[in-house]
């Protein structure tokens, strides 16, 4: 099987909005003190005031399955998952870059389909609707990109990313909150990426190997909000 390295990778779905890469815009739960940011298009995000938490005499009506109480402006977006993986992103949007490549091929995936754990794993709401999507040519060594959407406890998601993702970039973005890591692969000369974005009750893993996607994270928020 031959690994594919015709192309010089740039992972675009970069968690900071820089002038460099599209941001992706989301909001999730942030404690006592935590600042947001707003973000202008091809902009530096600015920090904002915290908001506000609600009075006693405010009657939150979270999801079913949540069990925090929604914080006006900061966690109160309920997301809807779609019920298939081509509803994640836009018809014809990424075929260029990973969406002609067989999805979750049990080759590829497992047979039924394993999802590996990873930093959303210890918060996902037992009871909660998830999607994992695998986009991968089995004959390639390291090209593909996955995504993993699912419920979590927005009350524990934000704060146990915050610990957990020592080395990624992060960052409030008046939305939600945004976390990325791009190295180099450590077997092949290509680029890696691993995105996680919280907000509200819905989380969001992003991993890709030798693939480009600009604006990815803008799309598959954009399908879930």
């Not at 260029?96 to 080759?107: G, K, M, R, Y």
Request: net charge negative; with cysteine; proline share 9%.
């Amino acid at each position: 099987m031959g690994h594919r390295t015709n192309s010089t990778v740039a992972i675009g779905v970069l968690l900071l909005v820089t002038t460099a890469l599209a941001g992706c815009a989301q909001q999730g739960p942030a404690g006592p003190g935590s600042p947001t940011a707003t973000t202008s298009a091809g902009g530096q995000p600015t920090a904002t005031a915290d908001a506000a938490t609600p009075s006693p005499t405010t009657s939150p009506t979270p999801r079913p399955t949540s069990t925090i109480t929604p914080v006006p402006g900061v966690d109160d977006d309920a997301g809807n998952l779609p019920d298939s993986c081509t509803g994640l992103i836009t018809a014809g949007k990424w075929d260029d870059s990973f969406a002609s490549a067989p999805l979750n091929d049990p080759s590829s995936v497992g047979d039924p389909a394993e999802v590996p754990k990873d930093a959303l794993t210890p918060v996902l709401q037992p009871d909660g609707k998830s999607l994992y999507c695998v986009w991968r040519d089995p004959g390639a060594d390291t090209t593909y990109l996955s995504i993993r959407v699912a419920t979590v406890d927005s009350a524990k998601a934000y704060p146990h990313l915050e610990s957990a993702l020592q080395g990624y970039d992060c960052t409030l973005d008046g939305y939600g909150y945004r976390c990325q890591k791009v190295s180099k692969n450590s077997q092949y000369p290509v680029t890696d990426g691993d995105t996680y974005y919280t907000r509200g009750d819905v989380g969001i893993h992003i991993r890709q190997s030798n693939v480009t996607t600009s604006g990815l994270l803008d799309d598959v928020i954009a399908h879930v909000f």
